[in-house]
DNA sequence: ATGGCAGGCTATGCCTGA
């Protein structure tokens, strides 16, 4: 067969604000598969009727005020999950799901994790551990996986627009590097690495003092593909356009397409 | 060097984000 696909995450912080951004971007970029997080609102608020109009089907797992995540897909998903295997947590931060009984997606929130000295800062590492080990067997289950979202993790410098005053800082400190590479050498491969990329392309940007425009930035938002999916990885971008709207989100949308 | 913006809440400032 010659199945193309094009899968999208966006973190939209709210989506009550966000719906008619989203709305078009369904509509101009026309993904498969697009994962949302920090849709901020309780399952009974989720813009169901809206966004089956625009011919997808939903999940989510959301909560009151914080975190949340959903899925809207052409194809229906089965056997889902909402939480890592083995950890009680009440924040909503992981959907997963399968398409056509081969294609496993995973959509996450990772924790922000505040400070380096915070509790929040351990629950992040400790998060990382459960959902480390959740893919060391899901990779095995699933060799078509493929893990997307907001990550809250910088890899390497050149994901930071400046390195040296984010050094000591959340986001880029030595043990949350070495956990997504831990990640990664289970069999993921970022695919926004796949290609050659102009450099200082981020996914975030703070809302502060024009940081967009100066593009002071961070890519923290990934779409990560199992080598046998990777391979067949044809383009992975972000797409920067919805950042400069009015009232956007503080992250961009990014989207990779596969050749299947 | 510092702090700056945005969203949600039952608040009329505080918490969170990254």
């Not at 809207?72 to 799901?97: A, E, Y």
């Not at 699933?142 to 984010?166: Q, S, T």
């Not at 940081?211 to 971008?237: P, Y």
Request: hydrophobic fraction near 40%; include cysteine; charged fraction near 25%.
């Amino acid at each position: 067969m010659n199945k193309k696909i094009k899968i999208a995450t966006w973190n939209v912080n709210s989506l009550r604000v966000r719906l008619p951004h989203v709305l078009d971007f369904l509509k101009n970029t026309a993904p498969d598969i697009l994962a949302l997080q920090e849709i901020k609102m309780t399952d009974d608020k989720f813009p169901i009727e809206e966004i089956q109009a625009a011919g997808y089907h939903v999940l989510f797992s959301g909560q009151k005020t914080y975190n949340g995540v959903a899925l809207l897909s052409r194809m229906k998903g089965n056997d889902v999950i909402t939480d890592l295997p083995h950890l009680d947590d009440p924040q909503r931060r992981v959907l997963g799901t399968t398409y056509d009984n081969k294609l496993r997606v995973l959509n996450l929130y990772v924790p922000n994790g505040a400070s380096l000295d915070s509790d929040k800062y351990q629950y992040k590492l400790n998060w990382f551990k459960y959902l480390h080990n959740y893919i060391s067997e899901s990779i095995q289950e699933f060799p078509h996986l493929i893990l997307l979202g907001d990550f809250n993790i910088a890899p390497e410098d050149r994901d930071v627009y400046n390195p040296a005053a984010w050094k000591g800082k959340v986001i880029v400190s030595p043990p949350e590097r070495a956990a997504l590479r831990d990640l990664l050498s289970l069999g993921l491969h970022d695919t926004f690495r796949l290609f050659e990329q102009p450099p200082a392309l981020f996914s975030w940007w703070h809302y502060r003092r024009e940081a967009f425009a100066r593009n002071m930035g961070l890519r923290i938002d990934f779409i990560l593909a199992s080598s046998s999916l990777s391979s067949h990885c044809t383009s992975c971008m972000i797409d920067i356009a919805p950042r400069g709207l009015e009232r956007p989100s503080d992250h961009a949308p990014v989207v990779a397409t596969f050749d299947l």
